[in-house]
Each structure stands twice: as structure tokens, then as C-alpha cells.
């Protein structure tokens, strides 16, 4: 069980109710079908994002030959994915202040990449 604690679809898993939870939670004032809502659409997108972040991340790992080439091009592929979904979303919808809005969920998606690049790297063998 240990050695799939840091599978991608774990992590998504845990975004997905820790991000559509907060969601739900700060528009719950707005009645329960918009809280309802909103919890639903950012728990999907964060399930999507951090498994296909994950996912490209070690892919591109192993790739690459599971060394620090391979560490090197999987992080900066993933950070590089990472970091264009929300700034699209945000350009298109002209949020003001888009590096603000997307901070947090990038120092948090960077310490995750980090984290699970260096989980595989100390694996024998591969979670996918």
C-alpha cells in the first residue's frame, strides 16, 4: 500500500476534496446549489490538473532515462502544463490580478512535482 501513497491518482483524489471542499465552503452563503456547484467544478479541475501534471511529470521521468535529465525535463514539462491551464482561464476571462489568483496553487503544485519527482527517483520501480 506504502509504495502507491504517491501515485498521481492519490493526490488527485485528496485536490479534489480539499479544493472542491473549499470552493463549496466559501460560496456556501450563495445557497447550497451554487455552493454545490462550485465544489463540483474546482474538485473536477483539480482532480484533472494534478493527475495530468503528475502524470506527465513521471512519464517524462522515465522517459528521459530516470535520471536528472529525466528529473530536470519532467518537472519543467509539468511545471510548464501547470502553469498554462490557469493562465489561459485567467487571460480569457481578464481576471485583473491573474498572477495573485494563481500563486497558491502554483508554490503548492511546485512542491508537489518536486515531491513526487523525488519519490520516483528513489523507487526501483514505477508507480505507472
Not at 18 to 43: C, E, I, K, M, P
Request: proline share 2%; net charge positive; aromatic share 16%.
Amino acid at each position: 500500500m506504502q509504495r502507491y501513497l504517491h501515485h498521481p491518482l492519490v493526490a488527485a483524489v485528496l485536490a479534489m476534496f480539499v479544493y472542491g471542499a473549499w470552493a463549496a465552503a466559501v460560496n456556501a452563503d450563495h445557497g447550497f446549489t451554487v455552493a454545490l456547484r462550485s465544489g463540483l467544478g474546482q474538485g473536477v479541475y483539480a482532480f484533472v490538473a494534478t493527475f495530468g501534471v503528475g502524470f506527465l511529470a513521471i512519464k517524462t521521468y522515465q522517459h528521459f532515462g530516470r535520471g536528472v535529465l529525466g528529473f530536470f525535463l519532467g518537472f519543467v514539462f509539468s511545471f510548464a502544463l501547470m502553469l498554462a491551464i490557469p493562465l489561459s482561464v485567467h487571460t480569457i476571462l481578464a481576471t485583473p490580478d491573474k498572477w495573485a489568483a494563481m500563486s497558491l496553487g502554483l508554490v503548492w503544485g511546485t512542491l508537489y512535482l518536486l515531491w513526487l519527482l523525488w519519490m520516483e527517483s528513489r523507487r526501483g520501480e514505477t508507480v505507472l
